[in-house]
Structures are given as structure tokens and as C-alpha cells.
């Protein structure tokens, strides 16, 4: 999805850009451009440059070589209005070339907004929404770009990130957002704009957070901010434990590839001093009476959703209260039963996720409590909820998740656990299952030496069209996330199944050489799910089982032996070699593994 980047100091602005736009590529984008104000003769002159394509295609323009200035902006597209195009590209203009802006989100009255300026003179050269947002503001400005902004924003419906440029005040950034995150980097008498926080690690780790319709006043030696009605905010600034290096591939072919081999130490974050065999759970929700629930919620989209599918049988388990998962695109409006005897959970490794964003809304307004996992520190989520456990994971940057969901698997277990302790339920199992949760980083770590036998079964399937998954139980829920993982980065259609479902409609699909791979490490259920595969088999299918079982059997053609574990936290290690399957047939088959089409990193629109 878009990207913002934003520079205002001493240095020229133009690398900084560039470099900001390359660590924000991750996102998805297809156009890319900056602004400029450079000086001239006792003036300021406002340059663009941008283009369809990739930042490459933008860093050899030689137009950028005449672009000196210490203060721009700068931006990649993510296509909603309007085609990739030179035109629809940011930042845009208004007419009278005084006001450039980039902007993340969506103007939903753009149609309104546009036929408006029309009618009082104006003209609208891209298919964009973005484009009415400089001109509204040339049209509200009267000398106070402060008062213009405002009034603008509040003829906004939608989200928005913006920064906004002028000769008419050249040595400010005018920044704001809704429903879209940006955030201040500080550096001495530098300051670093950016949607992400990787596009300003390499130059801070000291950051303002913007809040809902705030506005910026961002100098080279300050910064101030103001709500909507022009009202002075305080803000803290904010020290983020992520370092450039974090956000860097090491050596590494891909981030997706890094990403997988991180998730031992990712894990190990993760569980930190919040969980020890001799003490009770230790997690900051200080306040919570756990009693009052009577309901679990738990809300997500895709793989933060699956996190939560895999972690219901831990609520259910250790706190006894019944646990439904849902996708938020859908919870937003199907009117769930929801009041202040329920805990609402969310999961978003970005924390701004617009979907998840409106269910959470709708359950802090139902009464509900909230608790969101949540990986990107100072995240929207993060300031709406009620209260945030953070993973830990370090940035990730790879549009397939990956470590992010071990880690939320992981503190979503915590998390059962600690409810159970904080409601004094016995279980005899407690116990272990704390000692089996220590052990995931050293098992995450044994499961990835299943890489090379994962690439020789990569190696001999990644032609085929179509290819399924099976499990049951927990099993079944991880094979959701293994055949998500295929999917978006290798665009092989495959599906998941409950391994029992397979007769009943699916298996028709079996024919001659399609790949069934099956997970089965729940011990009480495996024999069934061996079952199901074997009725696979004999319709012809190329087979794959990933299990800790001691399973013999001549029939199967490929079995991928993992570490034994607790049935509810296996999904955490035998998505490893899921994953690793996923990255080999799509590195087979040339793809971009780290940025596939279509797919952005945060989904910041509905
Ligand atoms: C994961 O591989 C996907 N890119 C996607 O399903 C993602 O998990 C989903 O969009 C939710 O994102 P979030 O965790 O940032 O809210």
C-alpha cells in the first residue's frame, strides 16, 4: 500500500527520499515521486519529479539532479483511483502550482469534493482522490496554512496520511492523519517523515506518533502538533528497541527468508519475563477483572486471523469461556452480540489494519473490553485499545507474515494462560505447558533444518496448478496458514480442509498426481487424519505428510519429521516447514518472494 517518506535538515533531501522510499518498497506500490523546495534566488521554487514504475525508475531520472533543497516529500502509489500513471502519481499539485502533497488512504466523497472545486474554477488533472486535497487547500488558504489545512481536513471523509510543501512557507512540513499512520522521526535539527518506521530507522529510533486528526508543524528544529480545531497537543516521544540492521536483509536473499530463520529469536522476544516455571504469567493488564467475561472474541485478518483460529482451543482449554474467532472484514458488520461482558481481542502485526481498526472501534463502543497483540509499537490499534501486548517480533518486512505469527501464536498461548491464572482455574497441565512454551525456540529452531528436504519436494511440484492441505484439530488451522503462505507468494491455487470434510464434496478434486499435503501431530487424531490422506492416495495424489508421529508408511511419498510438542502449540513449528515451501516453490518459479502482486504489507483501506 502507499508509502510516505518526509525530509526536513541540513542534509539534501533528495538521497534521503529515495533511501526512505526503498526501505518502504516491502509495502506493494507501482508509481513513485518526491517534491522538493529548493531555493532561488531569495525564493523557493517547488519541483516534482515522478513516474510510473519502480523508485529505480526515479532515482535515474536526471531531473533529480537539479533538485538541491533540504525539505521534500515523497511517495510510492498503491494504485486505488486512477490506473499507475505518471499523472495519477504523487505528489500532486494544486492549480496554482503552491501546494504539493502526498497522501496515504482513501477521500471516500472525492466525487463531491472534485465536482466542488470545479465549480469554483478549478481543474483536476488525475483520476486520483488525492488531487482535490491540494486544491481545497489553495481554495481555504488566506495567508494561514494552519487555518487551510483544518478547514480542508474537515471537508474529508475518509482516511488520510498527508504531508503538504509550499514556497509559502518553506521551512515547514505540514503533516496529518486519520484512519492512516505517520510518524515523526527526531534527529537533532533533522526530522524524518514516514508512514513506516523502517523508512526513518536508519537515521532514529526517537519518534512522534500521530494521533487521529492531528496535525503537524514540522520544522528542522522542532515540531509541533495541534488537533483539528488548531488546539496545541503535547506529545511524548517515543524510543523504539528496533534498529536499521533489524530491517536489513544480512546477507540474507530475501526478508521472507530471513524472517523464517528469525522466528527462534523472535519467539524467545516474545516470551521475555512474561512467563517462568516458578512464577505465575506476568503481563500488563493490571485492572482487568477477568471474572465479568463471558465471551471471547477474537478478530483479525488473514494470518493474524489464522494466529487466532489456532489459539480458541488454548481460551477454551485453560479459561473454560467459550472463544469465537472472527474476520473483521466481516465482524464490522454483522452486528455481533457483544457488551461489557466480553473480551474482545485483536491481533494485527501492523496495528493498522483498517479493518481490524473499525472492529475494535465497534467493540470499544459496545462496551467490551479490549486487548489487542499488536507487533508495530505506537500503532493505531495500539492507541485505540484498551490495553497491548506487543510481540516483539522486530519489523517485518516481507509482505507474507511470517515470524509475526509464531509470535502471536505465541503470546495469544500466554495469554490463555494468564487468564486462567488470573480466574484460578486448576489445571494439571499448566505446568508443562509453560515448560512446553520455553521450549519453542529451540524446537523452531530444529524444524528448520527440514529446509533441504522441503526444497526437494519444492523442487519436484512447484508446475502443478493446484494443490490442498489437510489437518485436523489445531492441524486443520495450520493448514489454513500453509495454504494462505502458497497462495500469496507462489499464486498457486490451493485450499485447506478439514481432513474429516474431504469426503464429503472435495476429494472429487483428487485426480493423478495432485499434490495432499497433511499435518497430523495431534497424537488422539492422527491415525484419522493418515486416513484421510491414504483415501488421497489412492485416487491417484502425490502426498506429503509433516508430523512428530512415529509414522511408517511405504505409501506416502514424502514425510517431514518435526519436534513432539503440545497439540496446541504445534501449529507454531510445523508452519515452519509450510513456509519454507511456500518460499521454495515461488523462488522456483522466479517470483518476487518478498513483494508478490497485488498484496500490500499493511492494509490500510477497506
Ligand atoms: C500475511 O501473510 C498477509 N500479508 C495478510 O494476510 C496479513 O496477515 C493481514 O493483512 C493482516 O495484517 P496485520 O497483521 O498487519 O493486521
Known sequence: MCGIVGYIGHKKAVPVLINGLLSLEYRGYDSAGVAVLSP?????????????????????????????GNVGIAHTRWATHGIPSKENAHPHLDNSKSFAVVHNGIIENYIELRQKLIENGYTLYSDTDTEVIPNLIHMNY???????????????????????????????????????????????????????????????????????????????????????????????????DWNAESSEKNGFEDFMLKEIYEQP???????????????????????????KFNKIFIVACGTAMHAGIVSKYSFEKFCRIPTEVDMASEFRYRNPLIDEHTLCIFISQSGETADTIAALRLAKDSGSTTISIVNVIGSSITRISDYTLYTHAGPEIAVAST??????????????????????????????????????????????????????????????????????????????????????????????????????????????????????????????????LEEAITRGANSVLITNQDIKNDKINYIINI????????????????????????????????????????????
Open 563 to 606: 519436534p513432539k510438542i503440545d497439540s496446541i502449540l504445534s501449529p507454531i513449528i510445523s508452519i515452519v516447514p509450510l513456509q519454507i515451501f511456500a518460499y521454495f516453490i515461488a523462488k522456483n518459479k522466479k517470483l518476487d518472494v518478498d513483494k508478490p502482486r497485488n498484496l500490500a504489507k499493511s492494509v490500510t483501506v477497506e
Open 265 to 291: 529469536n523472535a519467539i524467545r522476544e516474545t516470551i521475555g519475563s512474561r512467563l517462568s516455571l516458578d512464577k505465575k504469567v506476568n503481563l500488563e493488564l493490571d485492572g482487568v477483572d477477568f471474572k
Open 403 to 532: 515470524k509475526a505469527y509464531v509470535c502471536q501464536v505465541t503470546l495469544l498461548n500466554i495469554l490463555a494462560l494468564y487468564i486462567s491464572e488470573q480466574l484460578g482455574i486448576e489445571n494439571k497441565e499448566i505446568n508443562s505447558f509453560k515448560e512446553s512454551i520455553l521450549e519453542l525456540p529451540e524446537k523452531v529452531k530444529d524444524t528448520l533444518t527440514t529446509i533441504d528436504a522441503i526444497k526437494e519436494i519444492a523442487d519436484k511440484v512447484y508446475t502443478q496448478k493446484d494443490l490442498y492441505f489437510i489437518g485436523r484439530g489445531t492441524d486443520y488451522a495450520v493448514s489454513m496458514e500453509g495454504s494462505l503462505k502458497l497462495k500469496e507468494i507462489s499464486y498457486i491455487h490451493s485450499e485447506a480442509y478439514a481432513a474429516g470434510e474431504l469426503k464429503h464434496g472435495p476429494i472429487a478434486l483428487i485426480e493423478n498426481g495432485i499434490t495432499v499435503i497433511a499435518v497430523a501431530t495431534n497424537p488422539n487424531i492422527s491415525e484419522k487424519t493418515l486416513s484421510n
Open 40 to 68: 532561488d534566488n531569495n525564493e523557493y521554487k517547488l519541483d516534482i519529479v515522478k513516474d510510473k514504475g519502480r523508485v529505480k525508475v526515479l532515482q535515474d531520472n536526471k531531473e533529480l539532479e537539479n533538485l538541491h
Open 142 to 240: 488566506n495567508g494561514d496554512i494552519l487555518q487551510a489545512v483544518s478547514k480542508t481536513l474537515k471537508e474529508l471523509k475518509g482516511s488520510y496520511a498527508i504531508e503538504v510543501i509550499s514556497p509559502l512557507f518553506p521551512t515547514k512540513i505540514i503533516v496529518a492523519k486519520k484512519d492512516s499512520p505517520l510518524v515523526v522521526g527526531i534527529k537533532d535539527d533533522e526530522k524524518i517523515i514516514a508512514s513506516d518506521i523502517p523508512a526513518a530507522l536508519s537515521h532514529t529510533n526517537k519518534f512522534y506518533f500521530l494521533d487521529e486528526e492531528e496535525i503537524g508543524v514540522i520544522e528542522k528544529d522542532s515540531a509541533k502538533f495541534f488537533d483539528i480545531n488548531l488546539n496545541e497537543v503535547k506529545k511524548d516521544i517515543k524510543e523504539i
